[in-house]
Each structure stands twice: as structure tokens, then as C-alpha cells.
């Protein structure tokens, strides 16, 4: 019997819910095509400056706050109706208010005027409030199952991640509301439909790559109400295995730091409507969550990789700008702009290998052939036999160790200690043919000369592998 109420208890609950959802997608299909054709998305109508300052989270504070430069100035993230107004550059004064002395509270209240004359590195620019439509999607989390690979020599990284998008719904609210509290829909069916539109659904938010595994890349979308702030919202939820190009920068290799940076573009460019193809301008914007930077946290301790250790990660918006074909004009090239957020993730490369595998057996062959100048200089036999002998040796393990080096058009810093390696390996044996011609004429002198040789090649061979992995 207890069984049967459990089993009657979970029908009825899924009923409900399957009710609710019915009556949500009913709702929604009924809403009037519009005369004008355009179909509502989700849009909130704005009217201000277009003005937003990037943000950073404070894990000591858990919240978000104004990212500032060294003179605490804030950070402009995008000036939308004003594109003379440089992103990522510090704004010094609003109204002939310093910001550098304004909190953020009192810098966003400032933003709710409409009119602005705005300094920014010495330019005076005056702006006026205007009519847009903002598309606002919250970046909810953002999950690095694992960091598959990172294949230096191709360039590229495999991750596999999952994330999720909201964007909220204000011309669905009547319809959100017959979805009970916290209820979740799956909506895929209904986003299907002509009839509706998605830009969470219907556009692509997409990691920025160069390929995929089809077969492990999957997306579903729901509709969830939250009856406390009376908001519905579109969810989109993406997981999948993506390869991406990375610009590894190997000077200093083996002990470089390379950038994994993913990418997450914005379906909704930044569009000023200056040819007026559009109703009116609009913006779409990413709202970055708490649980995207704990995600990383998270995932930099834990520190997964084998080879490599994550010593830094950084998560920001970040304009992108693409000069493409113009989608109304086949001749004519236009300047697009979305917002992305890039997840930079620091790794550096476990060193351990190349120090005993590679370094240390090149330091020690190397030793072999200058340990010839501890052979006195009439013994040339003995010297060139070592020397040659320690020459060919450090040639045939270059191609021992040959294939864990990137191949490059510049020099790395294990390159320049290799070349190095090799010149003060052929130097014994020149110094030895350079000695017996001084040796039938004055002995004495060419012992001096070939102990200055040992104490002054030492030290400069020394200082010369040092620099070779420095920072110059």
C-alpha cells in the first residue's frame, strides 16, 4: 500500500508539471502574430546612454565590483552610442564628477542621468540618453569537465565543458506564469515552432573552435517562472568535446606559461542601426554569474592536467570586432561587434622532463668534452679523441630528444641553450689544434693559455646558459 500512495504521489505530480507546461506553450503559441512582422524576442526596451563599466568578482567580498586601473578609475567595458569613446580604457570624469573618488553605487546612480559630458584621457565628450533594445543573457556556469589536450606542436587544445544561458522573457511573463514555481518546461519542441522566436534557442552561443565530436555535443532548452520576482526565463544549456586554436608563444620554452583562452560569443551584436534596417538600435550583452568564476576555481585546484600546472586563470567581457560583408549590402564590408566573455586559463608547463631528460644529459656530455683542458696540451691525441668523441655523442642524442622540441621559425630558449651546448662542445677541439702549434714553440705559454681557457670558458658558458633561459 505504501508503495502504491508513493507511485500514485509521483503521477499526480507529474501531471501536474506536464499540465503546467501545457499551459505555458498553449499561452505562448496564442500570443498574435504582429502586422508589422517582427516577433518579440525577449527584448527590454532601454532608455539611457548605453554606458557599462566591466566588472570583476571580489571572492573576499563574493560579489561583483567596477573594475578600476591602478589610479582607480573605472574600467569602460562598451560606450554603445558612442563608439568614439574607447572600451577598455579608464573614464576619469561624468558631469565634472571625479570617479575615482565615486563608489560603485554611486557611479551606477550617476548613469541613470541623460545627459553626460564624459572625459576620458584628456577628450571631452558629450552625450545624450537615447531609446535601444537590450538583450541581456546571465552566463549561469561554466563547467571545465577536463582540458582533453594540449597539443603544442598543432597549436590547438581539446576541452570538455558544459554551460548555461538564461535570458529572460518579459513578453512571455502572462504565459510564465502558469508554469508553477521552479517547474522546469523543456521547451525544444516548442522553439521549433515558426511561429516563436529564441535568441537563446534560434541563434548559436557558441565556444569559439575549429572542430567538435558530433556525438558529444548536446543542448536542450527549458522555460523556468520564479514566482518571487514574477520572471520567466529562457534556459539554454550546452555540453560537448571542442578542439581550439591557441597562439602558444614558445621563446621561453620549456619553462614558458601559454594562454588556453575560451571563447563565448554573444548571439546579439552591438547594432547602431545607423541605416536604419532595423526598428531601432540594439545590444546584447553577457551577464557573468558567481558560479562561472568558482567553476574555474575550482577546477585550477584540482589541477587535472599531467603535464602542465594551472598557475592563473581571468574571466572578463571583452568586445569583439569583425570586419565582414555587410548582411544588406553584398558590397560593402562593415565593422561587426559582439560581446564575448573570454575565460583565460594560465598554464605552465611541468619542467621536470626537460631538465633530467634533456638539460642535465647535455650539461653532462658537455662536461666530457671541456674536461680535455685538464689533459695537458702536448697530449693532442688523447684531447681531440675525447672531445670528438663528447661532439659526436651530444649530436646523436639531439635526435634522441629531436621530437619533443617545437619546431619553430624563432628560437626558444631551449634551442638557444642547445646551440650553445654545441658551440662550447667544438671549442676543446679548436683550442687543442690551437695548442699544439703554440706547444713546439713555448709549453709554458700554452699551459697558461689553456688554463685561462678552462677558468674563462667555464664562466662564460655558464652565463651564456643562464641567458639563454632568462627573460631577455
Known amino acids: 500500500m505504501k508503495y502504491k500512495l508513493i507511485i500514485l504521489f509521483i503521477f499526480i505530480t507529474f501531471k501536474a508539471f506536464a499540465d503546467e507546461c501545457k499551459n505555458f506553450e498553449n499561452k ?38 567596477i573594475e578600476r586601473n591602478k589610479n582607480n578609475f573605472p574600467v569602460l567595458r562598451i560606450s554603445f552610442l558612442n563608439d568614439k569613446i574607447k572600451s577598455e580604457q579608464p573614464i576619469q570624469m561624468i558631469n565634472d564628477k571625479d570617479l575615482s573618488k565615486l563608489s560603485d553605487k554611486e557611479i551606477r546612480d550617476l548613469l541613470k542621468e541623460k545627459n553626460f559630458k564624459i572625459s576620458q584621457n584628456g577628450k571631452i565628450y558629450n552625450l545624450k540618453a537615447n531609446k535601444y533594445d537590450f538583450y541581456p543573457f546571465d552566463l549561469n556556469y561554466f563547467l571545465l569537465n577536463s582540458i582533453e589536450n594540449i597539443d603544442t606542436k598543432s597549436g590547438e587544445f581539446s576541452i570538455d565543458y558544459g554551460f548555461k544561458v538564461s535570458h529572460e522573457r518579459p513578453d512571455w511573463i502572462e504565459a510564465g506564469r502558469e508554469i508553477g514555481n521552479l517547474t522546469i518546461c523543456n521547451i525544444n519542441k516548442l522553439t521549433e515552432s515558426s511561429k516563436i522566436y529564441s535568441p537563446v534557442t534560434n541563434e548559436t552561443i557558441f565556444i569559439d573552435h575549429i572542430k567538435y565530436d558530433i556525438d558529444k ?64 538600435p540594439f545590444i546584447g550583452l553577457f551577464d557573468i554569474k558567481p558560479p562561472v568564476y568558482n567553476g574555474i576555481l575550482e577546477y585550477k585546484l584540482n589541477n587535472l592536467l599531467k603535464e602542465w600546472q594551472i598557475v592563473d586563470f581571468n574571466i572578463q567581457n571583452k568586445i569583439r570586432y569583425d570586419k565582414t560583408q555587410d548582411s544588406f549590402n553584398p558590397n560593402k564590408m562593415k565593422t561587426y561587434k559582439n560581446d ?62 629531436n621530437e619533443d622540441l617545437p619546431r619553430l621559425s624563432y628560437l626558444t630558449s631551449m634551442d638557444r641553450y642547445i646551440l650553445i651546448s654545441y658551440l662550447f662542445c667544438c671549442i676543446p677541439t679548436f683550442l687543442t689544434i690551437y695548442f699544439s702549434r703554440i706547444n713546439k714553440k713555448d709549453y709554458s705559454k700554452a699551459v697558461k693559455m689553456n688554463k685561462r681557457s678552462r677558468l674563462y670558458g667555464s664562466i662564460i658558458y655558464v652565463s651564456l646558459a643562464v641567458l639563454s633561459f632568462s627573460n631577455i
Open 217 to 280: 555535443n548536446f543542448s536542450s532548452f527549458d522555460q523556468v517562472y520564479y514566482e518571487k520576482d514574477d520572471k520567466t526565463f529562457t534556459n539554454s544549456t550546452f555540453s560537448g568535446l571542442h578542439v581550439i586554436k591557441a597562439n602558444f608563444d614558445f621563446k621561453k620554452f620549456p619553462f614558458d606559461i601559454q594562454n588556453l583562452k575560451i571563447v563565448l560569443e554573444h548571439p546579439i551584436n552591438l547594432e547602431l542601426n545607423k541605416e536604419n534596417y532595423y526598428p531601432k
Open 28 to 65: 505562448v503559441m496564442a500570443i498574435p502574430f504582429p502586422e508589422n512582422g517582427i516577433v518579440s524576442d525577449g527584448q527590454q526596451p532601454r532608455y539611457d546612454a548605453g554606458i557599462y563599466f566591466l566588472k570583476n568578482f571580489d571572492y573576499t567580498k563574493k560579489k561583483f565590483i
Open 340 to 401: 564575448t566573455v573570454e575565460i583565460d586559463i594560465f598554464v605552465k608547463r611541468n619542467t621536470n622532463y626537460f631538465i633530467f631528460k634533456i638539460i642535465i644529459p647535455v650539461f653532462l656530455i658537455l662536461s666530457i668534452a671541456w674536461s680535455v683542458l685538464w689533459i695537458p696540451p702536448n697530449q693532442i691525441e688523447s684531447r681531440l679523441t675525447t672531445s670528438i668523441v663528447a661532439l659526436l655523442a651530444l649530436i646523436a642524442y639531439n635526435f634522441v630528444f
